[in-house]
C-alpha cells in the first residue's frame, strides 16, 4: 500500500525585498517564504515532517525573537498551523502518532507543542544543540518554548545504510513504513533530510533548509538570489558542510524516482502543493 503524501504550508514569511528574496517582485515590496512541511496518511496512521509555526507559538508570540517577528514577519495565522491543517482535511489531530523533524530552528518546530502525544524524531546531534546547547549556535535560534511540554523524543546517531549513495537511518514509525533519516548537515549540527518510500521505487526527499530556492539544486547550479543567500550564510553553522549538503541535493535530483522539495521556496511549494 502507497503512502499518501500532503503538502501542507505551516507558517507564511514576508521578510523584506520581494526582489532580493524572491527573485522578483519590487525591491521595497514584502517577499513571501512558506514553511512546507508533509504530512504522511496511510490507513488513518499519520505522521507529520516538520510541524512550521504552531498554535503554541501564535498563542505566545511574546516568546518568539523580536527579531524574527520584525524581520521574517510570520503571519501567525491559526488557520496555517499544522494542528489546523491536519483536522480541516478530516483527520484526527491525535492520529499524528509521530513527527520526523529536519532539525528543530524555530520556524520547523513550532508545532510540537500542538501534538504533545507525538513521538519526535531527530537526529542526536541536533537534539543536543537544540536541547541541551552543546553545541552552542547563534543565540536566539531555537526556541525552547517549543519543546517545554516535554515531547518524547526519538534520537538517531548510527547512519550506516546507504540510501542512494548517502549514509542514512531507517526511522522507528508504523509497521511497513520505509521513512529514513538523511544527515545533511551545515545549516545546523544536526541537519537531515527526510527520505519517504511512497511506492515500489518512488521516493520523496524533504531537504529542509540544505537549499531555499530550487534555483540552487539546479545543474549547473544557479545562485540564490542576493537577500536569500545573505539568510542562508546567516543561518548556515558550517559553510563547507552546508555547501556540501547542497551537493548531495542536487546529485539526488538527478535521479528520476525522488521528488525533492525544501521548506521555504514558495514556488515549489505552490507546485507539489497543487
Ligand atoms: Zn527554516
Known amino acids: 500500500m502507497t503512502l499518501r503524501l500532503f503538502h501542507l504550508n505551516a507558517g507564511t514569511m514576508s521578510p523584506p525585498s520581494a526582489l532580493l528574496v524572491n527573485g522578483r517582485g519590487g525591491l521595497f515590496e514584502r517577499a513571501r517564504m512558506v ?24 498563542n505566545n508570540r511574546d516568546q518568539l525573537p523580536a527579531a524574527f ?18 483536522g480541516a482535511l478530516g483527520f484526527d489531530p491525535h492520529n499524528v502518532r509521530h513527527v520526523v523533524m529536519t532539525h528543530l530552528d524555530r520556524d520547523h518546530a513550532g508545532g510540537l507543542a500542538d501534538f ?15 536541547v541541551k546547547g552543546q ?8 526556541a525552547a518554548q517549543q519543546w517545554r511540554h516535554g515531547p518524547d523524543w526519538a534520537t538517531y546517531d548510527r547512519f550506516g545504510a546507504d540510501w542512494m549513495g548517502l549514509p542514512s537511518c531507517q526511522v522507528d514509525l508504523f509497521d511497513g513504513w520505509d521513512v529514513r533519516l538523511v544527515p545533511l548537515p551545515g545549516h545546523t549540527p544536526g541537519h537531515s533530510g527526510v527520505a519517504v518510500k511512497r511506492g515500489d521505487d518512488a521516493w520523496f526527499f524533504h531537504a529542509g533548509d540544505a537549499y531555499y530556492s530550487r534555483r540552487q539544486i539546479d545543474s549547473p547550479p544557479r545562485r540564490a538570489p542576493l537577500g536569500l543567500l545573505f539568510q542562508i550564510r546567516k543561518a ?39
Open 135 to 142: 553545541p552552542a549556535v547563534q543565540p536566539g535560534r531555537y
Open 236 to 274: 548556515e553553522i558550517d559553510r563547507a558542510q552546508r555547501i556540501a549538503s547542497e551537493d548531495a541535493v542536487r546529485r539526488l535530483r538527478q535521479r528520476p524516482a525522488i521528488s525533492i522539495c525544501c521548506t521555504h521556496d514558495p514556488d515549489e511549494f505552490d507546485r507539489l502543493s497543487k
Open 69 to 86: 517577528l520584525k524581520k521574517g514577519r510570520p503571519s501567525l495565522d491559526p488557520a496555517e498551523t499544522a494542528i489546523a491543517q491536519v
Open 35 to 58: 514553511c512546507h512541511i508533509l504530512l504522511i496518511e496511510r490507513a488513518g496512521e499519520l505522521c507529520l515532517v516538520d510541524t512550521g509555526i504552531g498554535l503554541n507559538d501564535i
Open 116 to 130: 504533545p502525544w507525538a513521538k519526535v524524531h531527530v537526529h542526536d546531534t541536533e537534539h543536543r544543540a537544540a
